[in-house]
């Protein structure tokens, strides 16, 4: 079942979010997609959507993949359809795993030092930009 959201100001339709933070993620998210094995492209698209983040197209997934097969991350496999043609599946590799569980680390701290900076109360001590000039001794 899929989470339908609206479309976020700047996001193509279906995309309940910033295309900018779905850039961002689309990697790490990828990646975690994989974790549980092997998959194929449009299952991936699938996950990542009933997850809740929106619509991803293969035309942006495709091109991820095969960087991550370059960057030896995710390795490949054709396996023959049952009622249609074959599909290519991705799974991770040792290195892919450890690549997710950097990203994830990662993503987590960031996440938490962001979350604590957008709940903190602004530093009225702070000098802005626009009263900087202000304070300038004037020739």
Do not use: N
Request: charged share 20%.
């Amino acid at each position: 079942m899929s989470i339908h959201h609206a479309a976020a100001d700047d996001g193509p339709p279906g995309t309940p979010w910033p295309t900018d933070w779905m850039r961002a993620l689309l990697g790490l998210c990828t990646l975690r997609a994989l974790e549980s094995g092997p998959s194929y492209g449009y299952a991936i698209i699938a996950e990542l959507e009933e997850a809740g983040l929106g619509v991803v197209k293969g035309g942006t997934l495709y091109p991820l993949l095969t960087r991550y097969e370059g960057a030896g991350w995710v390795e490949t496999e054709w396996r023959a359809g049952t009622s249609g043609p074959g599909r290519k599946y991705f799974s991770l590799t040792t290195e892919g795993r450890a690549e997710l569980e950097r990203h994830r680390r990662g993503w987590q701290q960031f996440a938490a030092l962001t979350c604590r900076f957008l709940a903190s109360e602004p530093d009225q001590t702070a000098v802005s930009p626009s009263t900087d000039h202000e304070r300038q001794p004037r020739p």
